[in-house]
């Protein structure tokens, strides 16, 4: 019982790896379907689109094993995308070629209007990423 | 789909969720009550499959794209199982929280699904 808080920073870095693992299985599974179905319609977003799926599952997999550098640079590079093309997807939506800026309509990305359409995770877990990362940093724990 | 299991699904899929990540930032750690309260997720989404090959044969056939709705619920089958298997690994009070984002994630496909299957916005 006692014994068991020294586990808890690793174990809530478990829950942010396995938050992460779902959200890559949400991108990545929307983004295969909307290049295989209608990448014509939007291939800018769709492939940023893509993209962050796949930064997603690296992101996954350097948390969960470690590997910190890159841990660091696919999250930092996920706050900067959902920062970046959430703010264009509601300011000028034309420049992704997206017809609108609807997070639940048919061209949305994981990206679109701050990830509002997966309810901000993609906004929240860049930011928790970064805090652990800093946190295990400092606490000197080496995976 | 039919609305009234779905909304049974996604209120089951919530209370599950509620129920493992108040029982983890308690302290607990995974025993049958979470695990099998997961597994019983599981088993509505199986059901969730029979009604989805089932439905369009009385009449109830999807208004969205089918191949959508079942990257949704494919995607959707693989979540809990592993969850329990993270479960299983590493028997800390946070794998209770990990299953009951599993639960969360379930309860938000499942409402997409429904979507796709019944509302068309374009």
Redesign the interface.
């Given at each position: 019982m006692s014994a068991?808080s020294r586990?808890r920073p690793s174990?809530?870095g478990?829950?942010l790896v396995?938050?992460y693992?779902?959200l890559a299985?949400?991108a990545l599974?929307?983004s295969?379907?909307q290049i295989?179905?209608r990448f014509d319609e939007a291939p800018i977003a769709f492939s940023l689109s893509a993209v962050a799926a796949l930064v997603y599952v690296v992101a996954t997999l350097a948390l969960g094993l470690g590997w910190d550098r890159i841990a660091w640079i696919t999250v930092s590079f996920e706050l900067a995308g959902v920062l970046l093309v959430g703010g264009i997807s509601l300011l000028a939506p034309a420049l992704l070629g997206l017809d609108d800026a609807?997070p639940?309509?048919?061209e949305a990305t994981v990206w679109s209007a701050f990830g509002a359409g997966y309810?901000f995770i993609p906004l929240a877990l860049p930011v928790l990423g970064i805090f652990w990362l800093r946190h295990r940093a400092r606490a000197g724990v080496v995976a | 789909m039919i609305i009234g299991f779905t909304i049974a699904q996604t209120i089951v899929a919530c209370a599950v969720g509620v129920l493992c990540v108040v029982l983890g930032l308690a302290?607990r750690k995974p025993n049958d009550l979470t695990v099998l309260a997961l597994l019983g997720v599981e088993v509505l989404l199986v059901a969730q499959v029979v009604v989805a090959i089932a439905a369009p044969a009385v009449g109830n056939a999807p208004t969205g794209?089918p191949?959508?709705f079942w990257?949704?619920l494919v995607?959707a089958l693989?979540?809990p199982p592993?969850?329990i298997v993270?479960a299983l690994v590493?028997r800390?009070?946070?794998?209770n929280?990990?299953l009951g984002?599993?639960a969360f994630?379930v309860a938000?496909?499942v409402w997409r699904m429904e979507q796709i299957w019944s509302v068309q916005?374009?």
């Open positions: 068991s586990q174990g809530v478990r829950v396995a938050v693992a779902i299985i949400a599974g929307r295969v379907f295989v179905d609807n639940f309509g048919r309810l | 302290g794209n191949v959508e990257i949704y995607c693989l979540i592993l969850a993270w590493e800390t009070r946070w794998s929280v990990v984002a599993a994630a938000v496909m916005l374009a």
